[in-house]
């Protein structure tokens, strides 16, 4: 969650607003008791830049309709704006149905916040109309995780091998592709790739339009991939997508953190990763700016 230099972090229960410009954090005031939500550490929240008041943001966090309903349905965003240095709540006028929801991040994009759930797809709303309409934009076809329900989620696997990422200007659905997500799975991959999708009309009949494919024995076999000293045969995790190239990926394999030219299925650089290997997570690097 950031915006220009700022993110929001919690800490037990409190939650601070981050500049990174300047290193100061502003702890948030509480959510007032007698509103009908309060602020969940099990829900993403969202960051953006006010469109009429420059220099001040909105904090947001989607709210179910039901608990109990496995977060089948949001009916509130709760919000907090720098402007007015005040909580307060907004009802939906509209939210589809959908799966029990995951949180992987909310991007701040083109206006709007996306609540990213990378099993099924995005939710998205403009946070600033009085009564905002939450949509849905599905992944694309073939790529959906049905059938999760309220078991438990291969969340580790999950994040390695699927993001969600802005780049040059549109939003970018990046897929390791040809690996179980079963932990008991001990059969080795089959022909894994990757893959990579733009969102082009969220709104529309296709919203996806599919960019690229590469296979990792392709990668592999790559002269750029061998002079770089990578491990034959063994599929990296997902780390985030040049945000002013999108055929670039990144990608962490063990200690290293390296380049990948997708299209050309070239490594354009490889370098030692100080990030301990627990951390090694898109979410954890969705606040990098490459230079």
Do not use: K
């Given at each position: 969650m950031a915006a220009q230099g700022l993110g929001v972090a919690d800490s037990d229960d409190d939650y601070?607003?981050?500049?990174?410009?300047?290193s100061i954090a502003a702890r948030l005031p509480a959510v007032p008791t007698d509103f009908p939500v309060t602020l969940s550490p099990r829900r993403t929240m969202g960051l953006i830049a006010h469109p009429?008041?420059?220099?001040?943001?909105?904090i947001a966090q989607l709210h179910p309709a039901d608990e109990a309903a496995a977060m089948k349905r949001h009916d509130a965003l709760l919000w907090y704006s720098t402007a007015t240095g005040q909580w307060s709540v907004k009802q939906l006028a509209s939210a589809p149905d959908h799966e029990p929801w995951g949180a992987h991040g909310v991007v701040a994009h083109g206006g709007l916040l996306w609540w990213v759930d990378v099993a099924h797809g995005?939710?998205?709303?403009?946070?600033?109309?009085?009564h905002p309409r939450l949509r849905l934009v599905p992944l694309p076809a073939g790529c959906e995780?049905?059938?999760l329900g309220k078991n438990l989620r291969p969340t580790i696997l999950m994040d390695q091998r699927r993001l969600m990422r802005p780049?040059?200007?549109?939003?970018?659905?990046?897929?390791?592709?040809?690996?179980?997500?079963?932990?008991?799975?001990?059969?080795?991959?089959?022909?894994?790739?990757?893959?990579?999708?733009?969102l082009v009309d969220p709104e529309g009949p296709h919203p996806w339009r599919f960019e690229?494919?590469?296979?990792?024995?392709?990668?592999?076999?790559?002269?750029?991939?061998v002079a770089a000293g990578l491990p034959q045969g063994k599929v990296p995790k997902l780390a985030l997508v040049h945000p002013s190239n999108h055929d670039v990926v990144y990608f962490f394999?063990?200690?290293?953190?390296?380049?990948?030219?997708?299209?050309?299925?070239?490594?354009?650089?490889?370098?030692?990763?100080?990030?301990?290997?627990v951390f090694q997570d898109p979410l954890f690097q969705l606040e990098l700016e490459l230079v």
């Open positions: 601070f607003l981050y500049n990174a410009n300047d009429r008041r420059p220099g001040h943001y909105m995005m939710l998205f709303c403009d946070p600033f109309d009085d995780m049905h059938g780049s040059q200007g549109m939003l970018r659905y990046v897929e390791i592709q040809g690996l179980s997500y079963d932990h008991a799975d001990v059969d080795g991959p089959i022909n894994p790739s990757v893959t990579m999708w733009t690229c494919e590469a296979s990792f024995a392709d990668i592999w076999a790559h002269d750029s991939y394999q063990d200690t290293a953190l390296f380049a990948l030219d997708v299209r050309a299925r070239r490594v354009l650089a490889c370098e030692g990763c100080l990030v301990d290997r």
